[in-house]
């Protein structure tokens, strides 16, 4: 089992900036990688970004050039920059890790944290 915990949401201004954590623990190995994503009210949960093990990323076209997703593998934690906040970028936000031998990063059998709130204001 792998043990996600979220941190870091809460209320910005638009414009402003936060950055989300995602410490992990437990069998690490099994894993090949992690990503956000991120569920508003009344829609489906979207990818905003994904770091694989071998350190390739990817990223919505609604958050390039404004989120960042990076990793400190001696803390087990990925985190999510995010600056330039839109209102639209309200969510509940999602970590998430893929095991490996999963093709989809958003199998309901991947870990999944708990999520953290992240709103925007104009």
């Known amino acids: 089992q792998v043990q996600l915990v979220e941190s870091g949401g809460g209320l910005v201004q638009a414009g402003g900036s936060l950055r989300l954590s995602c410490a992990a623990s437990?069998?690490?190995?099994?894993?090949?990688?992690m990503a956000w994503y991120r569920q508003a009210p009344g829609k489906q949960r979207d990818l905003v970004a994904l770091?694989?093990?071998?350190?390739?990323?990817d990223y919505a076209d609604s958050v390039k050039g404004r989120f960042t997703i990076s990793r400190d593998n001696a803390k087990n934690t990925v985190y999510l920059q995010m600056n330039s906040l839109k209102p639209e970028d309200t969510a509940v936000y999602y970590c998430?890790?893929?095991?490996?031998?999963?093709?989809?990063?958003?199998?309901?059998?991947?870990?999944w944290g708990q999520g953290t709130q992240v709103t925007v204001s104009t």
């Open positions: 998430t890790a893929r095991r490996r031998g999963m093709l989809e990063w958003q199998d309901p059998n991947n870990y």
């Open positions: 437990g069998r690490l190995f099994t894993i090949n990688g």
């Open positions: 770091i694989t093990n071998g350190g390739t990323t």
